[in-house]
Structure formats: structure tokens, C-alpha cells
């Protein structure tokens, strides 16, 4: 279920170049990795980035039993939550391992769950085979993502928006039909929010030591090796530490009651002043 359609702002927007060879990585496809000068784009978080993140595969869970079916599955306390609560949520296997890191959005009566496009089809799976007597419908909408950051959102249309953080920044997510794509990317360009590719916008998720699954983890990666997962304080991450049994909580719950983590992802600044290769 991978989105194999690549987006419509690579022929409309000015300079959009897709990833080239080296950069050719599943969660990159689709998209521009730039429009002539990264180095640049990256700088635009400080006044306005306009970032294409319709690659991203958005799913939609909705019925009377969708909050409580989600709250079973997933890290993040959904039972209970408002009308535009967003945040970040993850599937773990029996031993606590990362399956699946999504983020999560409600409107109205449902639910919006958007995740990379390689893990999308095994996270759709997931969720249709633990349907069983719950009063749940499933589907793959055409809604695709475009993120703002560093600027307030213009009143540019589309679905629904939300917003997360990200970093030093606060991201906002306008959900939009991929029919309409060009016409809401053009009308936030034109508020003078410069258009910013995947791979400015990957610098910054790093920084923010945001992990892309398939990309900074493994299959032996649990919820504390990314510090930035775990609830702490006033921040909602993708793990609660006060909700109801879900798979793969005692795990969560042992390290962090007990025990550290094996590892820990971290930051490494390579600045190219070595001789030799790390």
C-alpha cells in the first residue's frame, strides 16, 4: 500500500527536483528533496517553510468503538480525547519492539492516523485482522499532508489542519485531497511561505531527534532508546505512561520503572574535517 503516485507540486512548483540515486530511500519517494538550494530552504524555518509531505500514506478509523479500539492497540491514551487533539502514537510487537510510528489526529467522530508509506500497508493489516466485534471502519483516504513550519497557517483551505512539535518549531499540517494539492501549495506560497524539499525538512526532523522508523531504528528498537518518544513533563509524545494495558506496555513500563535502555539514539555532527570515514 505504498503511495506509488508522486506528487503534483514536482511539476508546478518552481525547481522541485525528486531524491536523485544516492538519496533514493522508500520513505523519500514522491516528493521533492529540493528546489535548487537546501542549504537555503532550511534557513526559511526561521520565516516560513512550506514542506510537501503528501508522500505520507493517511488513514481513516471511524465508528462508534474507534476511540476505545485505537486506545487498545496503541502507546497513546485516545479514550477520551477532544475534537483536534493530535499527537504521536506508536504499534509495538509482544516484546515492546516498534513496530509502527504514526501520528494521530481527531475530527469529529474519527480518526486520522498518517505514517510513512513503507510501513502503511503492514499498519492497515494490523488494524483490520484486531477489528473483531468492534464497530470500527478502516480506510485508505487521498488526503495528503502539507506542513508549515515557522509560520502561522494562512486560511488556505483543505480538510483539517493540526499542529505538532518539531524541534525549535511548531509544524502545521494542512490535510488536503491530493486533487487539490496545487492550488492550496500555491495560495500558501503566495503568503510569502517559501517552499522547503524533504531533505532541509530531514535535517531539521534529525535535529529535533525525531526518528523516521525504517530509516533511524531497527527491529530490535524499543519506546526509551528514543528519548523523544517517551512522555515527559507538559510534552505529549508518542508514549503515555498513565493508560491502560496495550501491547507491549510491560516493556515500557519495566525500563522505565526499572531498568535503562540497552541503547540510545543519538546525535552525531559529522563536519567533514577527518581524513577518514566514522
Same mark, same amino acid.
Given at each position: 500500500?505504498?503511495?506509488?503516485?508522486?506528487?503534483?507540486?514536482?511539476?508546478?512548483?518552481?525547481?522541485?527536483?525528486?531524491?536523485?540515486?544516492?538519496?533514493?530511500?522508500?520513505?523519500?519517494?514522491?516528493?521533492?528533496?529540493?528546489?535548487?538550494?537546501?542549504?537555503?530552504?532550511?534557513?526559511?524555518?526561521?520565516?516560513?517553510?512550506?514542506?510537501?509531505?503528501?508522500?505520507?500514506?493517511?488513514?481513516?478509523?471511524?465508528?462508534?468503538?474507534?476511540?476505545?479500539?485505537?486506545?487498545?492497540?496503541?502507546?497513546?491514551?485516545?479514550?477520551?480525547?477532544?475534537?483536534?487533539?493530535?499527537?504521536?502514537?506508536?504499534?509495538?510487537?509482544?516484546?515492546?519492539?516498534?513496530?509502527?510510528?504514526?501520528?494521530?489526529?481527531?475530527?469529529?467522530?474519527?480518526? +486520522?492516523?498518517?505514517?510513512?508509506?513503507?510501513?502503511?500497508?503492514?499498519?492497515?493489516? +494490523?488494524?483490520?485482522?484486531?477489528?473483531?466485534?468492534?464497530?470500527?471502519?478502516?480506510?485508505?483516504?487521498?488526503?495528503?499532508?502539507?506542513?508549515?513550519?515557522?509560520?502561522?497557517?494562512?486560511?488556505?483551505?483543505?480538510?483539517?489542519?493540526?499542529?505538532?512539535?518539531?524541534?525549535?518549531?511548531?509544524?502545521?499540517?494542512?490535510?488536503?485531497?491530493?486533487?487539490?494539492?496545487?492550488?492550496?501549495?500555491?495560495?500558501?506560497?503566495?503568503?510569502?511561505?517559501?517552499?522547503?524539499?524533504?531533505?532541509?525538512?530531514?535535517?531539521?526532523?534529525?535535529?529535533?531527534?525525531?526518528?523516521?522508523?525504517?530509516?533511524?531504528?531497527?527491529?530490535?528498537?524499543?519506546?526509551?532508546?528514543?528519548?523523544?518518544?517517551?512522555?515527559?513533563?507538559?510534552?505529549?509524545?508518542?508514549?503515555?505512561?498513565?493508560?491502560?494495558? +496495550?501491547?507491549?506496555?510491560?516493556?515500557?513500563?519495566?525500563?522505565?520503572?526499572?531498568?535503562?535502555?540497552?541503547?540510545?539514539?543519538?546525535?552525531?555532527?559529522?563536519?567533514?574535517?577527518?581524513?577518514?570515514?566514522?
Amino acid at each position: 500500500m505504498t503511495n506509488n503516485s508522486s506528487s503534483p507540486l514536482l511539476e508546478t512548483v518552481p525547481g522541485a527536483t525528486p531524491p536523485g540515486d544516492t538519496d533514493q530511500h522508500p520513505t523519500h519517494m514522491g516528493v521533492a528533496w529540493h528546489y535548487g538550494n537546501p542549504l537555503t530552504e532550511q534557513r526559511h524555518c526561521a520565516t516560513g517553510a512550506l514542506v510537501d509531505r503528501s508522500h505520507r500514506t493517511v488513514i481513516r478509523v471511524s465508528g462508534p468503538d474507534a476511540a476505545t479500539f485505537l486506545h487498545n492497540l496503541l502507546s497513546q491514551k485516545l479514550d477520551d480525547v477532544p475534537d483536534g487533539f493530535s499527537a504521536s502514537a506508536l504499534n509495538l510487537d509482544g516484546q515492546g519492539r516498534i513496530l509502527h510510528y504514526l501520528d494521530v489526529t481527531k475530527v469529529k467522530d474519527a480518526f +486520522y492516523l498518517d505514517i510513512s508509506a513503507v510501513d502503511a500497508e503492514s499498519l492497515v493489516d +494490523y488494524l483490520r485482522a484486531m477489528v473483531f466485534w468492534s464497530q470500527v471502519e478502516i480506510s485508505v483516504t487521498d488526503l495528503g499532508i502539507l506542513s508549515i513550519i515557522g509560520a502561522e497557517v494562512p486560511d488556505v483551505g483543505g480538510e483539517f489542519s493540526r499542529q505538532l512539535p518539531f524541534g525549535a518549531w511548531v509544524r502545521h499540517d494542512v490535510f488536503v485531497p491530493r486533487g487539490a494539492l496545487v492550488d492550496v501549495a500555491k495560495r500558501i506560497i503566495e503568503q510569502e511561505i517559501e517552499p522547503m524539499g524533504l531533505m532541509a525538512y530531514t535535517a531539521e526532523r534529525v535535529r529535533a531527534g525525531l526518528p523516521e522508523r525504517s530509516l533511524d531504528l531497527d527491529d530490535k528498537s524499543i519506546p526509551h532508546e528514543v528519548p523523544a518518544l517517551i512522555n515527559r513533563g507538559e510534552r505529549i509524545a508518542a508514549v503515555h505512561l498513565d493508560k491502560g494495558c +496495550y501491547r507491549g506496555q510491560e516493556t515500557v513500563a519495566r525500563v522505565e520503572n526499572l531498568g535503562r535502555p540497552p541503547r540510545l539514539l543519538t546525535l552525531v555532527h559529522l563536519d567533514g574535517s577527518a581524513p577518514t570515514l566514522p
